[in-house]
């Protein structure tokens, strides 16, 4: 992997403090919507205006935006409002009509992001370039495509690359449109400390009520910023009309949003390195536990194959998880975590018990 070059986000040449606000319509519909809404937004605390021109629709026969003559209207809404503006492009051409209309910053959606070749086309284009751009996570939970996006723009040039996480598409049920599975914008975070990465609450929540909870989670992960949609009829929006926001519904959770501070002073740094060493200790003596659990698989796993046995046994699993699951549930566990961490110690203890099986490990 090339590592990234990446100019911090104060070095991008606009007045953005940190958290970073991102705001506008997800579709830029008229001209008299995108202006009414920009200047609603104008004295919400948004450093940066966003509209979708072109809209990248799951299914043909919705709206699949108003097109180049839009460019001209969120450049004049931005100006206006003393905002700089930004746009979503997935091909050469959009990318050459953002440029010409005079679009300050680029993103790049979920929906390129996946695909290499898109990618490729749109850094090659701006090539010589001096435009930050941000790259949207792809639609599917995989850094590595994430991070193969940015490397093909850092190969053309672009310092100024942000990340945005808008959450993973899964096929499951769940109350969010797209999973945040934060994990993997913190490997971001922790592979490269210095990258700004934006949250997008509205694509991940999908409806309006799931914003703010979503948003003051974000700041406390100490990410750079947030994009959230904003619309001056939200319910008649073209696009996404559950999530968007009034820009005075905006304006509310902004200034409700609590920013913590990510430096540890020493007044409580003292008491957090105590929590930490407890922590630590857990995990060590976790680890410990589970080492031991995972010997006395290995002794079953001897006993059922010199005495014949299969080595899943359903009721006896069954038993288990059950038992597991109502226990965890009065120590105040999600049945969740429980299923989910009981599934991963029964994988580990099947794998050490084929071994057995197959002669692999001696017992
Ligand atoms: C958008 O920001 O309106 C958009 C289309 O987002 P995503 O690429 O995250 O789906
Ligand atoms: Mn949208």
Redesign the pocket.
């Known amino acids: 992997m090339n590592s990234l070059q990446i100019l911090p986000l104060q070095d991008w040449g606009f007045n953005f403090t940190r958290p970073l606000f991102i705001s506008g319509p ?1 579709s830029c519909e008229s001209e008299d919507q995108m202006m009414e809404t920009a200047l609603r937004l104008s004295d919400k605390g948004i450093h940066l205006l966003r509209a ?1 021109i072109w ?2 629709r799951t299914r043909p026969g919705m709206f699949e935006g108003i097109g180049k003559d839009g460019l001209s209207w969120l450049v004049n809404a931005g100006k206006q409002t003393n905002k700089p503006t930004c746009v ?1 492009v997935a091909t050469v051409q959009h990318v050459e009509d953002a440029l010409e209309a005079g679009i300050d910053i680029l993103w790049i ?3 390129t992001t996946v695909n290499p070749f898109f990618v490729q086309e749109i850094a090659s284009a701006l090539k010589g370039v001096d435009i930050p751009v941000l790259v ?1 996570n792809p639609i599917n939970p995989d850094l590595q495509l994430w991070l193969g996006s940015m490397e093909r723009l850092n190969a053309a040039g672009i310092t100024k690359l942000g990340a945005i996480h ?1 959450g993973f598409s899964v096929y499951e049920k769940s109350s969010y449109r797209n999973l945040p599975m934060w994990e993997i914008p913190i490997e971001l975070r922790r592979l490269y400390p210095q990258m700004p990465i934006i949250v ?1 609450p509205s ?1 991940i929540c999908g409806s309006r009520d799931l914003i703010y909870s979503v948003s003051q989670k974000a700041l406390d992960l100490d990410f750079d910023g947030l994009m959230i ?1 904003s619309h001056r009829d939200p319910d008649n929006a073209w696009s ?1 009309s559950d999530q968007q926001l009034t820009p005075e519904q905006l304006g509310e959770i902004i200034a409700s949003l609590v920013v913590r501070s990510s430096a540890v002073d020493t007044m409580f740094g003292n008491e957090l390195d105590i929590w930490r060493a407890q922590i630590d200790r857990i995990d060590n003596y976790m680890l410990e536990i589970m080492a031991d659990r995972m010997g006395i698989a290995r002794k079953i796993g001897a006993f059922k194959r010199d005495n014949g046995i299969t080595i899943l046994q359903t009721n006896r699993w069954d038993e288990i998880f059950r038992d597991r699951i109502s226990k965890a549930t009065e120590k105040e566990l999600t049945v969740d975590f429980i299923r989910e961490l009981m599934e991963a110690i029964h994988q580990e203890s099947i794998r050490h018990q084929t071994k057995i099986m197959n002669n692999i490990l001696a017992d």
């Open positions: 997800c979708g809209k990248p979503e959606g979920a929906r949207k808008r997008d694509h949609e996404d």
